[in-house]
């Protein structure tokens, strides 16, 4: 019976033979939970490695590296001579927030979650650089050292099975943070943004705008995520208006001219094509059509105003900081936003 003090309710501690899960990072999570269930109560004792190790049969290597696991996230405090107790003081949650790459974007979103979360989380980040062993060595140095994860699956599903990788976090400590389908592969909470269906409703929305030019171009970069999706979404969308539409590597990959359509990604690609139009004396809105993704201060009034494709940066922070603090498995859809400031 895992316990210390007569006066609680007493617990018993599960381990899975066959789980999985590490020995040890089942004795972490199964005390974090009853912490938080409140079976647990500040000041409770927790039984010695040397009581835990003889009853579960456990090696006391393995339960002196949950309790130090514990120990450091503050879960449990030691006292010489005395024991290991519940912490008194009020836990601090951590967060760890697994990304592909560092973006600027992906920078945005760690901001507004660690703002909204305040002072009582602690907001971690970790980039993977698109690679399963990377994230995998991630998780498993990991995943005792935090009570959330928080992933951006970006091109995961491309280059592993997501379902078996997963399964070393807890189902109601994973937090999906993209908008492809790989958030439907268990059941966990998930804030979507991005989404393709946003992506096409605003192009459709602008088809109008979009048939004043001969060509629309999609270009992209290696410096932010693209969904592949988009790219779909895009080339559907022009077939079905029977406009032309290509995607480009590179802004410079066909040269700018009259009656072309840009959408750029890339904040340097803007100025670059910005200040081809202004070299050739082309008309934006008229001659050129513009329109970035991601919205900034400068871009209201860089050219006489860069028409935007955007998400709520801030809505994502409140949303996901909303799931972390209630620890709800709900699904959360961000739209999309277009700024019309003329340009395209």
Same mark, same amino acid.
């Given at each position: /019976?895992?316990?210390?003090?007569?006066?609680?309710?007493?617990?018993?501690?599960?381990?899975?033979?066959?789980?999985?899960?590490?020995?040890?990072?089942?004795?972490?999570? @199964?005390?974090?939970?009853?912490?938080?269930?409140?079976?647990?109560?500040?000041?409770?004792?927790?039984?010695?490695?040397?009581?835990?190790?003889?009853?579960?049969?456990?090696? *006391?290597?393995?339960?002196?590296?949950?309790?130090?696991?514990?120990?450091? =996230?503050?879960?449990?405090?030691?006292?010489?001579?005395?024991?290991?107790?519940?912490?008194?003081?009020?836990?601090?949650?951590?967060?760890?927030? &697994? $990304?592909?790459?560092?973006?600027?974007?992906?920078?945005?979103?760690?901001?507004?979650?660690?703002?909204?979360?305040?002072?009582?989380?602690?907001?971690?980040?970790?980039?993977?650089?698109?690679? *399963?062993?990377?994230?995998?060595?991630?998780?498993?140095?990991?995943?005792?050292?935090?009570?959330? +994860?928080?992933? /951006?699956?970006?091109?995961?599903?491309?280059? %592993?099975?997501? $379902?078996?990788?997963?399964?070393?976090?807890?189902?109601?400590?994973?937090?999906?943070?993209?908008?492809?389908?790989?958030?439907?592969?268990?059941? %966990?909470?998930?804030? *979507?943004?991005?989404?393709?269906?946003?992506?096409?409703?605003?192009?459709?929305?602008?088809?109008?705008?979009? *048939?004043?030019?001969?060509? &629309?171009?999609?270009?992209? $970069?290696?410096?932010?995520?693209?969904?592949?999706?988009?790219?779909?979404?895009?080339?559907?969308?022009?077939?079905?208006?029977?406009? !032309?539409?290509?995607?480009?590597?590179?802004?410079?990959?066909?040269? &700018?001219?009259? @009656?072309?359509?840009?959408?750029?990604?890339?904040?340097?690609?803007?100025?670059? $094509?910005?200040?081809?139009?202004?070299?050739?004396?082309?008309?934006?809105?008229?001659?050129?059509? /513009?329109?970035?993704?991601?919205?900034?201060?400068?871009?209201?009034?860089? @050219?006489?105003?860069? =028409?935007?494709?955007?998400?709520?940066?801030?809505?994502?922070?409140?949303?996901?900081?909303?799931?972390?603090? !209630?620890?709800?498995?709900?699904?959360?859809?961000?739209?999309?936003? +277009?700024?019309?400031?003329?340009?395209?």
């Amino acid at each position: /019976m895992l316990g210390g003090t007569a006066s609680r309710q007493e617990s018993v501690l599960r381990i899975d033979e066959n789980g999985k899960t590490p020995k040890f990072q089942q004795i972490v999570n @199964g005390i974090i939970a009853q912490i938080e269930a409140g079976i647990f109560k500040p000041g409770d004792r927790l039984p010695s490695i040397n009581e835990t190790s003889a009853e579960y049969y456990l090696a *006391r290597a393995t339960v002196e590296k949950a309790y130090c696991i514990l120990l450091k =996230s503050g879960h449990i405090t030691s006292l010489y001579r005395r024991g290991f107790f519940i912490s008194q003081g009020k836990i601090v949650k951590r967060v760890l927030f &697994l $990304t592909g790459t560092i973006s600027e974007t992906n920078r945005a979103i760690f901001k507004a979650v660690s703002d909204q979360l305040g002072k009582s989380f602690k907001v971690d980040i970790y980039a993977y650089e698109y690679q *399963r062993d990377y994230l995998l060595d991630g998780l498993e140095k990991q995943a005792g050292n935090y009570h959330y +994860f928080v992933l /951006m699956p970006h091109h995961l599903g491309e280059i %592993c099975d997501l $379902t078996d990788l997963l399964k070393k976090i807890p189902s109601d400590r994973l937090i999906f943070l993209d908008g492809s389908s790989t958030t439907t592969i268990r059941n %966990c909470a998930s804030v *979507r943004f991005g989404c393709r269906e946003h992506f096409r409703t605003i192009l459709e929305a602008n088809v109008a705008a979009f *048939r004043k030019y001969q060509t &629309l171009n999609f270009v992209t $970069t290696d410096n932010e995520y693209i969904p592949a999706d988009w790219y779909s979404a895009f080339l559907e969308f022009t077939e079905a208006h029977h406009l !032309n539409g290509q995607v480009l590597d590179d802004v410079r990959e066909t040269p &700018l001219q009259r @009656g072309s359509a840009y959408l750029l990604v890339d904040d340097e690609d803007l100025i670059t $094509t910005i200040q081809e139009t202004t070299r050739q004396g082309l008309r934006m809105g008229q001659d050129v059509g /513009m329109v970035s993704f991601h919205d900034a201060g400068y871009k209201a009034v860089l @050219g006489g105003g860069i =028409s935007v494709i955007k998400t709520d940066i801030l809505s994502i922070g409140r949303n996901l900081a909303h799931v972390l603090k !209630n620890n709800q498995k709900q699904t959360v859809r961000i739209p999309m936003q +277009f700024i019309d400031r003329g340009s395209l």
